[in-house]
């Protein structure tokens, strides 16, 4: 957990800095500047498409008393992929467009739920569910 800390806090910061001023170096501030902003935009637009896509998914769902887990599983990857799409930077935009892709999405749900059940399988993680 502490080499995820430290890859995630300190050399993802690192290499995106790099990747911004190589690309600022070949072609130019403006040019890196705009893409960054443009992709910021980009992102936010399709997530915000996406998100409405999976809300009316769970909508249907819940509507022919189905649990509307895939569209929840969507929208939890959404969550992860918006603050990647919303920092600079060209790594951060990568890894975030690369969760917008439906079947990668899936895939990384996939392992996700698969990682969190081995968790709770060995005792290391709990999942209460409270009630009103």
């Given at each position: 957990m502490f080499l995820i800390l430290i890859v995630l806090f300190v050399?993802?910061?690192i290499a995106e800095i790099y990747v911004l001023l190589a690309a600022g170096s070949a072609f130019g501030v403006m040019p890196?500047?705009?893409t960054c902003l443009a992709t910021a935009f980009?992102?936010?637009?399709?997530?915000?498409?996406?998100?409405?896509?999976a809300l009316n998914?769970?909508?249907?769902?819940?509507?022919?008393?189905?649990?509307?887990?895939?569209?929840a599983v969507d929208g939890a990857v959404?969550?992860?992929?918006?603050?990647?799409?919303?920092?600079?930077g060209f790594l951060t935009d990568a890894i975030g467009f690369s969760?917008?892709?439906p079947p990668l999405r899936r895939a990384v749900a996939r392992f996700?739920?698969?990682?969190?059940?081995?968790?709770?399988?060995?005792?290391?993680a709990s999942?209460?569910?409270h009630r009103p």
């Open positions: 050399l993802a910061p890196v500047i705009a980009l992102g936010g637009w399709v997530i915000r498409v996406q998100g409405l896509a998914a769970a909508r249907r769902d819940l509507n022919d008393d189905r649990l509307p887990v895939a569209s959404l969550l992860i992929a918006a603050p990647f799409l919303m920092t600079p969760l917008l892709i996700a739920l698969r990682e969190i059940r081995k968790r709770i399988e060995r005792g290391e999942i209460t569910i």
